[in-house]
């Protein structure tokens, strides 16, 4: 199936129409309207070069917040209170800092400056969170995504000490549950996420989560 080509005019395809490995669309701009209503759409942006490329994976990787998972190793860290949780207190510092991690197999980051002064200015108005972990005043682990109704969109996680972005992730499950979030999108798979609850669930099943809950 043809990927297709974005110019300036405000459009995505239907999701249906991605290719097997998830790639629907590539160029276009990322404005803040492309990308809420990529977002609302189930669609993220994904890096390889300069040329923005936009995804729809099916099957799609979820997590449900009431099927967190929190080993014993975790629950000791919890209790030993190693770490300290804020949200949106740094989310600058988040984003560069997951733009800045060194991940195994990955030449680079997929995290433009465009990409990152574009989520810096969602945070501004409210749509892009942050969750952080601190060692007494220094940050050494969060994550960013979108939220958007009741629907977490989650973007990358960083860790610079043993467990502080699981510390992260499960702290800001526990309050997404608070306000009533009702899925948390994970995007693609990761070892890391599953081992915390995350699986995967049909495209046609996720969008329609969507349309409910956005």
């Given at each position: 199936m043809p990927i297709h080509a974005l110019n300036n005019t405000l459009w995505f395809p239907p999701v249906s129409q991605a290719n097997e490995d998830g790639l629907l669309a590539m160029g276009g701009d990322l404005s803040l309207d492309r990308l809420l209503l990529a977002y609302k759409r189930g669609i993220f942006p994904w890096f390889e070069g300069e040329t923005p490329l936009w995804w729809c994976p099916d099957p799609r990787f979820v997590l449900y917040p009431n099927e967190l998972r929190v080993?014993?190793?975790m629950q000791a860290v919890f209790k030993k209170r190693t770490f300290r949780f804020t949200m949106n207190q740094a989310f600058s510092q988040v984003i560069n800092a997951c733009k800045m991690q060194k991940r195994i197999a990955q030449d680079g980051t997929w995290i433009t400056?465009?990409?990152?002064?574009?989520f810096n200015e969602l945070h501004k108005l409210g749509f892009a969170i942050s969750a952080e972990a601190w060692e007494g005043k220094d940050l050494v682990g969060g994550l960013y995504g979108i939220q958007m109704g009741k629907v977490f969109f989650g973007e990358s996680m960083f860790s610079n000490s043993s467990n502080a972005s699981k510390y992260a992730f499960i702290s800001l499950v526990n309050e997404l549950i608070k306000q009533g979030i009702t899925i948390i999108d994970c995007q693609v798979y990761t070892a890391h996420l599953e081992s915390?609850?995350?699986?995967m669930i049909d495209r046609a099943d996720f969008i329609a989560h969507l349309e409910k809950h956005i």
């Open positions: 080993s014993k190793s400056d465009d990409l990152e002064n574009s915390l609850g995350a699986r």
